[in-house]
């Protein structure tokens, strides 16, 4: 039985999950959950995730739920497949998970709302919110920057979760105005050129309507 994704390639916590299937070459069928009829709020989709929430994904008997739990479940129930994104249990892999979702995500993501989701659905942008998350994006960049100048990937050596969980939301704000937050840090750039590269995220961002 095919692995199941409910969500949509617009969605970038949908792609996280996506973005780790790819990497362990796992067949999966996306099942696209319509957000504007409120298909996420009925009883069927509601009992998959009680939050009324994308992504979902139905791994056999396995319901998953939040885009972070699903990519980790991945890495490690599918550890031998594909790419090996959990290869050693560290210290500096834990933090490095813990510092996305904390510290990288919040700032991103809402510059990525305001810049680029918003004007998608004909929303209007609230640009002094923008500046103001990227405000907070660009102090997070500056540790990246002096971090990335002695790690080849945030972990360390190699390509691991903690690098691919960042992934969809630094592609969206390179399609937004504020791009220069991570084209001008040298360090930050080659780091995204390096991980980018990667056939899986190539695979991925095919499929991404922006």
Same mark, same amino acid.
């Given at each position: ?146 971090? &990335? ?22 592609? &969206? ?38």
């Amino acid at each position: 039985m095919a692995i199941k994704v409910y969500g949509l390639t617009l969605s970038n916590n949908a792609l996280r999950a996506i973005a780790a299937l790819n990497e362990k070459e796992l067949e999966y069928e996306l099942c696209p959950v319509d957000l504007q009829s409120g298909a996420h709020k009925k009883p069927d989709f509601l009992a998959l995730n009680p939050f009324g929430q994308i992504p979902v994904v139905q791994d056999g008997d396995d319901v998953i739920f939040e885009s972070r739990a699903i990519t980790r479940y991945i890495a490690t129930k599918y550890k031998e497949s594909g790419a090996d994104l959990l290869p050693v249990s560290s210290a500096k892999l834990e933090t490095w998970l813990q510092v996305e979702s904390s510290q990288f995500y919040p700032a991103i993501s809402g510059i990525n709302f305001e810049l680029i989701i918003k004007p998608m659905l004909g929303m209007t942008t609230d640009m002094s919110n923008a500046e103001k998350h990227a405000e907070k994006l660009s102090a997070v960049l500056d540790v990246y920057e002096a971090h &990335l100048a002695k790690n080849k990937y945030v972990a360390g050596d190699v390509f691991t979760l903690a690098d691919l969980n960042h992934m969809p939301e630094i592609y &969206l704000l390179l399609k937004s105005p504020k791009a220069e937050l991570i084209t001008s840090r040298p360090h930050v750039k080659a780091w995204w050129e390096d991980i980018s590269a990667r056939p899986a995220w190539k695979k991925t961002a095919a499929s991404i309507p922006v």
